[in-house]
């Protein structure tokens, strides 16, 4: 696959999860998806998107940067946000905080596979420890 039409498989990827449109997840997400080590399958993962919808209800993802090379992205994802609760194991409490996740995903069948994750949690600490 391009490097172009998989950036822009991507985009739609993302454009669905900020509707949360579950019903499309499938069109982007493969049957066998795993995130961070964890089978979840496509039930799984749409699970986990709908609960971090519930812990923050203006969630909204934002591309600061994406690198294609197939069958792989890496994208830098911005969030400002207001969790209602604890997030992270951290007492937000519906605080606005801003951060970033560097994210990589492998595609097969040209669906989202694999997600390797890791948000900083350290900019959200420091924001919090801000009157």
């Not at 449109?21 to 982007?28: C, K, M, N, S």
């Not at 986990?48 to 993802?61: A, G, N, T, V």
């Amino acid at each position: 696959m391009p490097e172009a039409e998989l950036a822009d498989i991507y985009r739609d990827y993302i454009a669905c999860l900020n509707r949360q449109d579950w019903t499309a997840l499938g069109q982007f997400v493969h049957d066998e998806a795993i995130h961070n080590a964890r089978q979840l399958g496509l039930a799984g993962y749409r699970a986990m998107l709908e609960q971090d919808f519930r812990e923050i209800p203006d969630l909204r993802f934002n591309i600061a940067f994406l690198i294609s090379e197939p069958p792989r992205i890496a994208a830098r994802l911005a969030f400002d946000c207001t969790p209602v609760g604890t997030f992270m194991g951290l007492a937000v409490n519906g605080r606005r905080v801003s951060f970033c996740e560097n994210v990589f995903y492998e595609f097969r069948d040209g669906k989202i596979r694999q997600v390797w994750s890791v948000i900083d949690k350290a900019a959200i600490e420091a924001q919090l420890e801000k009157p």
